[in-house]
């Protein structure tokens, strides 16, 4: 305890607010982020919410955290979460699900929603997996807030204000577009309207005006792994379509911010730090992203983007990075070859990938990042081999770029898993065999170990396949989840719930055909 206590009193030290937080008001909710410290002040929709939760009249909104050591109370003012009317999660990973059950007992609150009574605090989350998948956490949870903050902060705030009984409140709640009530609408919802709960989403681009305030950070801290970054969300959603990815389909159409309004913060955040961080599924597809770049080096800022699709990719915006002292750069070819990429609607041929590899290391980066995905649908041996091809091939641009630059690059392939998500053209295709997976990631590693300035990142068998049962779920998976609060391992999860976990990570197609049910089909976007 005595580590915890000053641990936290370096971290509260450390902070610098960019918008003053709330310390009085009638009504309290506790957010929290099922993750360490660091990781969670990382976020910037949970340190988004937890500006917009703070701006309500007589709200205030105090965070907490999940760590093995960190008792169950809030970091501003060490409160109990038992003693507050709402607690809220910010849930942006499946694999957190068994901290925010932890986090429950740890506080002496009844896990399973029907345990608990007025005596208890009702329980809410939202975030990304509020709304790709809130069937396995339905036994848990009271109330999912599916969609952007923007738009459900206010409703949530005044019903918090009304001083409502716990059933009343539920009853309210139910009422709202955008939050799902399992005990009033059903766990699959099916007493909604239509059967259907309509994820609310923010402005489209076209009512975005010049004057819109776009998310950014509230609390800079040198303690995170984006350490006193001003974090500016510049869009929301993403272009690319690709057969895999989760935020394309289920956040369209995409939000593009104005550069004004995306300057206008930056230059209100200058006086708090000289580190910027740009947010975005893909950064560089901004129609604006030139004068954006330009405006925060007028300003002496240090940029950092989050990802650059590789069409994008072109010399003006590599010189804005490289000039300021950028040496790492992170693309995502996904497969090895352009049959493979095209199959999963990645619109990137060989010979773009080679330029625009050349071209970063011309420019001076001498650490490139690819993320690098195996067992896709389609996926051959022979796919696998050029996925060794392409990281020699990254490798050799490197080595020939250092002739002129003096700086010989380091090629990191990062090789994740297929994982089939919700709401993909892909959320019914099925896990690789762990089989497979184990040989295609040991010729991985046996190949990228002989090549010098590789370091390979690879994903645990494991790890993959329990993240793709997480992403799937349905409600009968609370005991599962339960097990694993207990302390059992993943690996014995595993094992001991082996066939519904391949029942899930390895769906039965119905007979004749079609789409089979899923848990999360009553879930609309409009």
Request: aromatic share 8%.
């Amino acid at each position: 305890m005595a580590d915890w206590m000053t641990r936290h009193r370096e971290r509260a030290d450390a902070e610098r607010f960019v918008e003053g937080p709330k310390k009085f008001g009638a009504y309290r909710i506790a957010l929290g982020f099922p993750n360490a410290y660091d990781v969670g002040m990382s976020n910037l929709g949970f340190q988004w919410v937890y500006r917009l939760l703070n701006r309500v009249d007589d709200l205030v909104c105090e965070r907490f955290f999940w760590e093995e050591d960190t008792p169950a109370k809030t970091f501003e003012t060490g409160t109990p979460l038992s003693d507050f009317g709402l607690v809220a999660w910010s849930v942006s990973w499946e694999m957190d699900y068994v901290n925010l059950l932890k986090t429950l007992d740890r506080a002496g609150i009844p896990r399973r929603a029907a345990d608990r009574d007025e005596r208890h605090p009702l329980l809410m989350i939202g975030g990304d997996c509020a709304r790709i998948n809130p069937a396995p956490l339905t036994p848990f949870l009271d109330i999912f807030a599916m969609g952007d903050g923007e738009k459900l902060v206010l409703p949530i705030a005044d019903l918090l204000r009304r001083g409502l009984s716990r059933d009343a409140f539920l009853a309210e709640a139910a009422k709202i577009p955008g939050l799902f009530v399992p005990s009033v609408q059903g766990p699959r919802a099916e007493h909604a309207t239509a059967g259907k709960i309509v994820i609310q989403q923010t402005m489209s681009r076209k009512e975005i005006g010049s004057d819109y305030e776009v998310p950014h950070s509230t609390i800079l801290t040198p303690m995170t792994e984006l350490s006193d970054k001003l974090l500016i969300e510049i869009s929301r959603g993403c272009t690319e379509m690709c057969k895999f990815c989760w935020a394309a389909y289920a956040m369209a159409p995409i939000k593009q911010y104005p550069a004004a309004s995306i300057l206008a913060t930056a230059r209100a955040g200058r006086e708090h730090t000289g580190r910027v961080g740009l947010i975005a599924t893909a950064v560089c597809d901004h129609p604006e992203i030139d004068t954006i770049l330009a405006g925060l080096a007028d300003l002496d800022f240090h940029i950092a983007l989050s990802s650059i699709k590789i069409d994008a990719i072109r010399p003006e915006i590599l010189s804005v990075l490289a000039r300021q002292g950028e040496r790492s750069l992170s693309i995502a070819p996904e497969a090895g070859n352009e049959r493979l990429r095209r199959f999963i609607n990645k619109k990137v041929t060989d010979a773009m990938l080679r330029e625009k590899i050349a071209m970063i290391f011309a420019h001076g980066f001498t650490n490139l990042k690819l993320y690098l995905q195996v067992g896709l649908p389609s996926e051959t041996d022979e796919d696998v081999a050029d996925l060794v091809r392409l990281v020699a091939d990254a490798r050799d641009l490197a080595l020939a770029a250092a002739k002129t630059t003096g700086k010989m690059a380091t090629v990191v392939p990062s090789v994740n898993a297929f994982i089939p998500k919700p709401h993909t053209p892909y959320e019914n295709e099925p896990l690789a065999s762990e089989e497979e997976l184990v040989e295609k990631t040991a010729l991985l590693t046996r190949e990228f170990s002989r090549m010098k300035n590789v370091r390979f990142r690879g994903m645990p068998v494991s790890e993959a396949k329990w993240e793709a049962y997480l992403a799937k779920m349905d409600e009968s998976a609370g005991e599962i989840l339960e097990r694993g609060a207990d302390g059992v391992p993943v690996r014995r999860l595993l094992k001991d719930f082996a066939p519904r976990i391949d029942a899930v990570v390895r769906p039965a197609m119905p007979p004749g055909g079609g789409k089979p049910a899923n848990p999360w089909d009553f879930i609309s976007k409009r």
